[in-house]
């Protein structure tokens, strides 16, 4: 199970070994509880390991144990055997002796004691074959964990590895990170002195649309200025013409009045008579019958 969970651990999180350029943007937060996952998996194999490792101590343990009673057993056999060869020497040494001999001999050794070696030597190999199959089998065992501790060693070394490829991605993200917060303070900057501008560029605008406002208000003005000075000027240009009339039919009048100054009295009723009839005011006729007169 550890060993698939290393599997799919590893094809999980294959993309975060390639180039810090093309790497997949991840967040913050997925990063780090991979981190977390992988540091757990790295203690729960350091746990397990040193566990395999005290179960291998323990294994050792007992094979020499066992060792040292196969060896200890087998000494114990060797020294029977001795003795038996010693009895049996002895026996074929003095056979004489053997039939005076025989009851005390017998009454020393005895045969169950001789008997009882025998199955005891009996009991002793089967041990024996027990334990050397047992040997065989602790030496499998051990095979098979040294086999299973070089495996785990591996993907422990593996998982090392990828999470330093995740504390390295962690760091490239954190940096990237700055350079973000560090680019948004400086856009904010620009964003505010680019308010700033449009504020001031705003206030211009209102200014310059009240400038444009006046302006066209002093145009209005002027332009109402100038068709009231030219309709005075029109006004004036009549009236010019009038005193102009005026002034001809006055010196006319003069003129007129100077020749009937200068003719007799009949003459100036006449021209009197004419002077009404030109259209004289009455006025200037009766100053000039006080005149005459």
Same mark, same amino acid.
């Given at each position: 199970?550890?060993?698939?969970?290393?599997?799919?651990?590893?094809?999980?999180?294959?993309?975060?070994?390639?180039?810090?350029?093309?790497?997949?943007?991840?967040?913050?937060?997925?990063?780090?509880?991979?981190?977390?996952? @992988?540091? %757990?998996?790295?203690?729960? =194999?350091?746990?397990?390991? &040193?566990?395999?490792? *005290?179960? !291998?101590? /323990? +294994?050792?343990?007992?094979?020499?144990? @066992?060792? %040292?009673?196969?060896?200890? =057993?087998?000494?114990?056999? &060797?020294?029977?055997? *001795?003795? !038996?060869? /010693? +009895?049996?020497?002895?026996?074929?040494?003095?056979?004489?002796?053997?039939?005076?001999?025989?009851?005390?001999?017998?009454?020393?050794?005895?045969?169950?004691?001789?008997?009882?070696?025998?199955?005891?030597?009996?009991?002793?190999?089967?041990?024996?074959?027990?334990?050397?199959?047992?040997?065989?089998?602790?030496?499998?065992?051990?095979?098979?964990?040294?086999?299973?501790?070089?495996?785990?060693?591996?993907?422990?070394?593996?998982?090392?590895?990828?999470?330093?490829?995740?504390?390295?991605?962690?760091?490239?993200?954190?940096?990237?990170?700055?350079?973000?917060?560090?680019?948004?303070?400086?856009?904010?900057?620009?964003?505010?002195?680019?308010?700033?501008?449009?504020?001031?560029?705003?206030?211009?605008?209102?200014?310059?649309?009240?400038?444009?406002?006046?302006?066209?208000?002093?145009?209005?003005?002027?332009?109402?200025?100038?068709?009231?000075?030219?309709?005075?000027?029109?006004?004036?240009?009549?009236?010019?013409?009038?005193?102009?009339?005026?002034?001809?039919?006055?010196?006319?009048?003069?003129?007129?009045?100077?020749?009937?100054?200068?003719?007799?009295?009949?003459?100036?009723?006449?021209?009197?008579?004419?002077?009404?009839?030109?259209?004289?005011?009455?006025?200037?006729?009766?100053?000039?019958?006080?005149?005459?007169?």
């Amino acid at each position: 199970m550890g060993i698939a969970h290393d599997m799919t651990d590893t094809t999980e999180y294959r993309p975060a070994s390639q180039d810090a350029k093309t790497l997949v943007p991840l967040s913050l937060s997925l990063v780090a509880k991979k981190e977390k996952i @992988l540091q %757990m998996e790295v203690t729960k =194999l350091k746990k397990m390991l &040193c566990q395999r490792n *005290e179960m !291998l101590s /323990s +294994l050792q343990e007992g094979h020499e144990y @066992l060792l %040292m009673t196969n060896g200890q =057993l087998q000494a114990r056999r &060797c020294l029977h055997r *001795e003795k !038996l060869v /010693s +009895l049996r020497t002895l026996l074929d040494a003095n056979p004489a002796a053997d039939k005076v001999n025989k009851s005390h001999l017998s009454d020393a050794v005895g045969v169950n004691e001789l008997d009882a070696t025998a199955e005891k030597c009996d009991v002793l190999k089967d041990i024996m074959l027990g334990l050397v199959d047992k040997h065989a089998g602790l030496e499998q065992r051990c095979m098979g964990l040294e086999e299973q501790m070089s495996r785990e060693t591996m993907a422990l070394i593996s998982k090392e590895e990828q999470l330093k490829e995740a504390r390295s991605t962690l760091d490239l993200l954190r940096e990237d990170i700055r350079s973000t917060q560090w680019n948004f303070e400086y856009d904010q900057v620009e964003l505010a002195q680019e308010e700033k501008l449009d504020a001031a560029l705003q206030s211009r605008k209102s200014t310059v649309e009240d400038l444009q406002i006046s302006w066209q208000n002093y145009e209005g003005m002027i332009h109402e200025e100038h068709r009231q000075l030219a309709i005075a000027n029109k006004s004036a240009i009549g009236e010019q013409r009038n005193c102009r009339c005026c002034l001809k039919a006055t010196g006319q009048r003069a003129r007129m009045m100077r020749k009937f100054c200068s003719q007799p009295k009949i003459c100036k009723r006449d021209c009197s008579m004419s002077m009404r009839k030109n259209g004289w005011p009455s006025h200037l006729l009766v100053s000039r019958q006080r005149t005459n007169s």
